[in-house]
C-alpha cells in the first residue's frame, strides 16, 4: 500500500500541478481490490437520517439526571490507513468496526467539524460529541469494487453499513485530502470527493503532497498549503478547504506559525479557519476560553498508552469533563460552578444563550489536570516511522489548554 501511494506521488506530481494552475479536472476510471468482508453497499439502500433534532427545553429533573457539559472535551479521532500493519497509523477494518461499535455504546455521535467550530453541536440529549478525521486520501479510506459500488472493508463502506443498522449514528467525518495520493485512484478522485461531499462527509485540505513543514521554507509551506487548495477546490467547490490539518504534526522550521493560517502562492491564497494537530489528546469545547482553533488536538486511532481507548477510558473515568449535550444547539448548558471556564464574549458574538444548573463538582473538574504527561516527539516519531527526538512533555487542560515544553519542531 505505502509502495503504491509513493509510485502515485512521485508519477503524477508534475502532472497535476500545472493542472491546478491551468484548472483542469480530473474524471472517470475503475480500481480492483479483494473480495468484500460483507455485501457491497448501494448509496440508495442508505436511510435519509442526519436530520436535526428539535430542540427540547429540559426540566430541572432532568438536567440533574443528565447532567449536560458544554464546556467539556470531545475527541477528535485520527485514522489513517483501514488496513492491518504493524505502524501506528494502521487500523484494521475489524479494529474500526469495533471502535464505532464501543463508541456507539458509551453514548458518542458524529458531528462534523462545521457544528464544532460554530458551536452549534445538535445531538439529542445525554449524547456524546465525536468527530472523525481520516488524513492523506488513501485508498483504504475509499474504494470502489469492479462493480462500481463501495467497497463495505474500507472506511466509508464500514461508516456505511453502520448508519443502515444504527440512522441515528450520522455520516459525518472529515477527509483532510492529500491529491497526490488521490484515494490510491486519480481517474476516480473527483468522483469520490463528490461522493464523499453527497453522503455527507466534509472535504479539506492536507497539503499538495504531504511534505513535512520543519523540512520546506516558507515559501515552500506556501506552496503546499496554496496548492492543495487549489486543486481540491477545483475538483468539488463545495470543500471545506480553510479547514486544514499538518502533515505529520510538523511545524515550520522557522517558527512562523502564521504561515499555516494565512497566505499566497503565486496567484493561489489561502486563509485557514482552522488547524488541526497531529496529536494532543482530547479538544476543547468551541465555548471554552482556552479554546484556539489555529491550534485544534487530536487523538491518534491506535493501541497504545497515548491512543484513542486510552483517552476515551480516562474520559469515561471523568464524566464531568466529557461534553455532554442538553438537545439544544443555541443554548449552552452547564454547570454553575463551570461558569467560569465559558468564553461569554464568544457566545454573545455567536448569538448562543449560556444556562447553568447546581449539581455538586469534584475539585479535580476545574483544574487542568490530565490523564499523564504526554510524550509528544515520541509520538510523532510513531507516525513518521522513525526514532524519537528530544521527549516534550504536553499537558492538556480541561477547557484544552495546551502546555508544552520546547523540543523540536516535530512537536505541537
Known sequence: ??????????????LLAPLALAGLSLFGGCNRFTASFTRPIKLAALPTANATPVPTKLTQAELERIRPNEVGFIPI???????????MTCRSAALFREDIERLYRLGYRPISLKEYLEDRIALPPGKKPVIFTFDDALLTQFRYLPDGRIDPNCAVGILMHFHTLHP??????????????????????????????????????????????????????EREIALGKAMIDKLDPKAETSFFAIPGGCTP???HWWIMCRGRWHNLAYANQAILLAAGGPAPAPCARQFNPYRI??????????????????????????YISDGDPNTITIPAALSDLVNKKRLALEGLTLQTYDIPILPSSRHFAVRQPHRASHLLAKLHHRKPGK?????VGYSGEIRTFPSGNCSN
Open 253 to 255: 522550521r522557522s517558527r
Open 391 to 395: 521527549v516534550a512533555r504536553l499537558h
Open 168 to 221: 441515528d449514528w450520522a455520516l459525518k467525518g472529515v477527509f483532510f485530502v492529500v491529491p497526490t495520493n488521490a484515494f490510491g485512484n486519480r481517474h476516480q478522485f473527483q468522483k469520490k470527493l463528490l461522493t464523499l461531499q453527497k453522503l455527507g462527509f466534509e472535504i479539506a485540505n492536507h497539503t499538495y503532497d504531504h511534505k513535512y513543514f520543519n523540512h520546506l521554507s516558507d515559501d515552500g509551506i
Open 77 to 87: 479521532l485520527e485514522y489513517h490507513n483501514i488496513h492491518p500493519g504493524r505502524y
Open 1 to 14: 500500500m505505502f509502495q503504491y501511494t509513493r509510485y502515485l506521488k512521485h508519477s503524477f506530481r508534475r
Open 297 to 322: 488536538p487530536r487523538i491518534v486511532a491506535y493501541n497504545g498508552p497515548d491512543g484513542l481507548w486510552a483517552w476515551i477510558d480516562w474520559l469515561q473515568k471523568h464524566p464531568q469533563k466529557v
